[in-house]
């Protein structure tokens, strides 16, 4: 099992740059492929990007490809998400999950955390 810790959600103007990370408890971090969704008011949680284990495998959605960097630390027990050239419409509650499988989306993922909100402004 393991237990996620979201931080580094706030307010930003658009144009601006975000770091989210997430800290998850465990001495098996690097069996956990990972990801970042979010979810906008009034919207479903979507996925935002994955990656696998070992780090070397990252996949992103289409809305945040070539703007969003997912990263990991396996010996920091940490992921982190790098967020440039943020637009009004990123702004959501953004959640950590784990999964046992590394796979597009993350599939159905068994840990999640509490979530961090971010907020860009206009």
């Known amino acids: 099992q393991v237990q996620l810790v979201e931080s580094g959600g706030r307010l930003v103007q658009a144009g601006g740059s975000l770091r989210l990370s997430c800290a998850a408890s465990g001495r098996t971090f690097s069996r956990y492929a990972m990801g970042w969704f979010r979810q906008a008011p009034g919207k479903e949680r979507e996925f935002v990007a994955a990656?696998?284990?070992?780090?070397?495998?990252?996949a992103y959605a289409d809305s945040v490809k070539g703007r969003f960097t997912i990263s990991r630390d396996n010996a920091k027990n940490t992921v982190d998400l790098q967020m440039n050239t943020l637009k009004p419409e990123d702004t959501a509650l953004y959640y950590c999950?784990?999964?046992?499988?590394?796979?597009?989306?993350?599939?159905?993922?068994?840990?999640w955390g509490q979530g961090t909100q971010v907020t860009v402004s206009s």
């Open positions: 999950a784990a999964n046992y499988v590394y796979q597009y989306g993350l599939g159905s993922p068994p840990y």
């Open positions: 990656i696998s284990g070992g780090g070397a495998r990252t």
